[in-house]
């Protein structure tokens, strides 16, 4: 098992790893290792435990809310999806879960909201909730009307996503978008992909890793305003692991043009993936190794450097007063 840190995080001072915090990186080092013959070892078992939720449309019967940790699942592709199954079944027997999650594909809605009309939600099965609006307004849902404190989720999962989530592609995801919005209201947040283009996305190596990243983030915890991004090799076979950067832009946007029926021109949006350039220590080259990409994504996006470089221009930007 391998774990590999970059030299440095966003906002640190140049020490390695420093920006996530120790233990966790410890725990992680720990835990996230395949288990050794014989039995999973050194990992936090919680008791199993359900939810029993009467089927109303607005409000958990707050009796009903034990102590067992408290997973909320979330994602872009929509309830029904795949991947969001498959975690499902990965991280049940961890506590108690909920998911809320959109009623249809909502990818590409990265931390959008819904203004111009009604949000509607309804209950579809014990815990879980279908929302008709984007990621971030089922995030919205759950923490302000379904778990609202003191009874916010200990942990709140989005993914699995079908498809990868690295470099700028985090600003356009709506799976990064949700774990944000969690982060946002203070609940620990984690992003999961599988890095795998097209049909016969395998799910189970992503699962797996999903499971025990869960029980060190609760064990643990993750530090405040940060929310882990997580992206697993299609191939996963339980190799290395690696706490990364993202990556600076190395995709090209393509359009590709159409005309339809009535003769107007449409374009279909893509990406081609630039394999020259790929930054040691980044998200993509991890996965491009092989391994597990992990990067701690700030909620605070101020570049502190250049609030002194930028003060000078204060002066410049002044403008006269305007005086009566």
């Known amino acids: 098992m391998e774990i590999a840190l970059p030299g440095t995080f966003p906002g640190d001072s140049g020490a390695p790893g420093q920006g996530l915090d120790g233990d966790l990186i410890q725990a992680l080092a720990l835990f996230l290792r395949p288990p050794a013959k014989g039995g999973v070892q050194n990992i936090r078992h919680f008791p199993d435990g359900i939810l029993h939720v009467p089927?109303?449309?607005?409000?958990?019967?707050?009796?009903?809310?034990g102590t067992l940790p408290h997973i909320l699942i979330c994602n872009d592709d929509g309830i029904y999806a795949a991947g969001l199954r498959a975690l499902l079944e990965g991280v049940k027997d961890l506590g108690t879960i909920s998911i809320v999650a959109p009623s249809q594909e909502r990818s590409g809605a990265a931390q959008s909201l819904t203004l111009r009309q009604p949000i509607f939600f309804e209950q579809?099965?014990?815990?879980?909730?279908?929302?008709?609006?984007?990621?971030?307004d089922s995030m919205i849902v759950a923490l302000h009307r379904l778990f609202p404190p003191p009874h916010r989720p200990d942990l709140v999962i989005s993914g699995i996503n079908g498809g990868a989530n690295m470099g700028e592609n985090i600003f356009y995801s709506g799976t990064v978008g949700a774990a944000m919005e969690a982060v946002i209201n203070h609940v620990p947040g984690i992003a999961i992909s599988v890095a795998h283009r097209g049909a016969g996305i395998v799910y189970e190596p992503a699962v797996r890793f999903a499971r025990r990243l869960t029980e060190v983030?609760?064990?643990?915890?993750?530090?405040?305003?940060?929310?882990?991004?997580?992206?697993?090799p299609s191939k996963w076979n339980g190799g290395g692991i690696r706490f990364t950067r993202q990556s600076k832009k190395i995709t090209r946007t393509v359009l590709q043009e159409g005309t339809d029926p009535r003769g107007r021109k449409y374009y279909w949006l893509n990406e081609e993936q630039i394999v020259d350039g790929m930054e040691p220590g980044s998200d993509y080259a991890a996965v491009a190794s092989g391994d597990i990409s992990i990067t701690p994504l700030e909620l605070d996006r101020t570049h502190d450097s250049s609030l002194t470089l930028l003060s000078g221009w204060a002066k410049l930007l002044e403008a006269p007063r305007i005086t009566s």
């Open 217 to 232: 983030a609760l064990s643990k915890g993750i530090p405040p305003g940060v929310l882990l991004n997580v992206n697993v």
């Open 55 to 65: 089927i109303v449309s607005t409000q958990v019967d707050e009796a009903n809310i």
């Open 124 to 136: 579809v099965a014990e815990n879980e909730w279908s929302v008709e609006g984007t990621p971030t």
